[in-house]
């Protein structure tokens, strides 16, 4: 049976449910429950606080685990990434006192203040930098250069605004840019069931990514056509019942589906329908 930590609270847990439960499985409807079994699945759910998950993962206590690609790092546990699941998107940045540091590399010799502690020493061994040290601190970490504990803050940051509110603005290159990830222990053979997991996940993505669009299209127009629809390996066409038209059907990205359908219409196809994806393998 396979062992699957999900978040029990936060940002990732109700994404994280909603994309199990499109994946088929079964997921809680009490908050209360920590364990859930889905027999007919062959898998087996514990709620964990979202730092712990990593760690769970990486002692082998759950084969894989839900986890923001920040908290994974941060754990320094033998957990690692196994698949990106496109949601709880974040990116995380230096910051300090307004127009006095430009550079990453500045942040040599300074003390730097974060909720992240391992995450930002990795990213600063990995360039060679030396801070004079680095503190962490619980929460909102926006009033540890006002208050003297540290020179440089490294944090979430979104629009900047609250960095902003309190006097500070970013600088350098992004620490990480971060999202949810399934993450699976690194040195040992991947689990029983992990390929189904992954495969069912996959296709929550893609059809949350994808539509599948529909349309009519006269014979000498079809090639014209399917160049703008090329799908992902290639559109079905097929005959209709005047046999100078043929019906296209081909995966769109969701995101262009309007430019998409004013595209086609241009080229001269008509009855263009578009519906979305439930589910899919691909």
């Given at each position: 049976m396979?062992?699957?930590?999900?978040?029990n609270k936060g940002s990732l847990s109700e994404p994280a449910v909603s994309m199990l439960r499109e994946a088929g499985y079964r997921q809680r409807r009490d908050a209360r429950e920590l364990v859930l079994p889905d027999p007919d699945n062959d898998v087996e759910f514990f709620f964990l606080r979202p730092r712990d998950v990593a760690v769970y993962v990486?002692?082998?206590?759950?084969?894989?685990?839900?986890t923001g690609r920040d908290l994974l790092i941060d754990s320094g546990?033998?957990?690692?990434e196994h698949l990106p699941l496109g949601f709880a998107r974040s990116t995380f940045r230096f910051a300090t006192t307004a127009g006095t540091l430009t550079d990453s590399r500045q942040v040599a010799g300074q003390r730097v203040a974060t909720s992240y502690p391992e995450l930002v020493a990795v990213h600063l061994r990995e360039r060679g930098i030396e801070p004079a040290g680095i503190v962490r601190l619980d929460g909102a970490v926006e009033s540890a250069i006002r208050l003297g504990v540290a020179d440089v803050i490294a944090d979430v940051v979104e629009t900047g605004t609250t960095l902003r509110a309190a006097g500070l603005e970013v600088f350098g290159e992004p620490i990480?840019?971060?999202e949810a990830v399934l993450a699976r222990r690194s040195d040992v053979d991947e689990p029983?069931?992990?390929?189904?997991?992954?495969?069912r996940l996959q296709g929550v993505l893609t059809a949350r990514e994808y539509v599948l669009m529909d349309y009519?299209?006269?014979l000498h127009l079809v090639d014209d056509a399917v160049a703008i629809t090329p799908g992902l390996e290639s559109p079905t066409v097929s005959p209709l019942h005047n046999g100078e038209w043929a019906a296209v059907r081909a995966m769109v990205r969701r995101d262009q589906t309007n430019r998409v359908m004013?595209?086609?219409?241009d080229v001269g196809a008509r009855a263009i329908l578009v519906t979305s994806i439930h589910a899919c393998r691909i």
């Amino acid at each position: 049976m396979l062992r699957i930590a999900v978040p029990n609270k936060g940002s990732l847990s109700e994404p994280a449910v909603s994309m199990l439960r499109e994946a088929g499985y079964r997921q809680r409807r009490d908050a209360r429950e920590l364990v859930l079994p889905d027999p007919d699945n062959d898998v087996e759910f514990f709620f964990l606080r979202p730092r712990d998950v990593a760690v769970y993962v990486g002692a082998g206590t759950v084969d894989v685990g839900v986890t923001g690609r920040d908290l994974l790092i941060d754990s320094g546990s033998a957990a690692v990434e196994h698949l990106p699941l496109g949601f709880a998107r974040s990116t995380f940045r230096f910051a300090t006192t307004a127009g006095t540091l430009t550079d990453s590399r500045q942040v040599a010799g300074q003390r730097v203040a974060t909720s992240y502690p391992e995450l930002v020493a990795v990213h600063l061994r990995e360039r060679g930098i030396e801070p004079a040290g680095i503190v962490r601190l619980d929460g909102a970490v926006e009033s540890a250069i006002r208050l003297g504990v540290a020179d440089v803050i490294a944090d979430v940051v979104e629009t900047g605004t609250t960095l902003r509110a309190a006097g500070l603005e970013v600088f350098g290159e992004p620490i990480l840019r971060s999202e949810a990830v399934l993450a699976r222990r690194s040195d040992v053979d991947e689990p029983a069931g992990l390929d189904v997991l992954t495969r069912r996940l996959q296709g929550v993505l893609t059809a949350r990514e994808y539509v599948l669009m529909d349309y009519d299209v006269p014979l000498h127009l079809v090639d014209d056509a399917v160049a703008i629809t090329p799908g992902l390996e290639s559109p079905t066409v097929s005959p209709l019942h005047n046999g100078e038209w043929a019906a296209v059907r081909a995966m769109v990205r969701r995101d262009q589906t309007n430019r998409v359908m004013d595209d086609l219409y241009d080229v001269g196809a008509r009855a263009i329908l578009v519906t979305s994806i439930h589910a899919c393998r691909i």
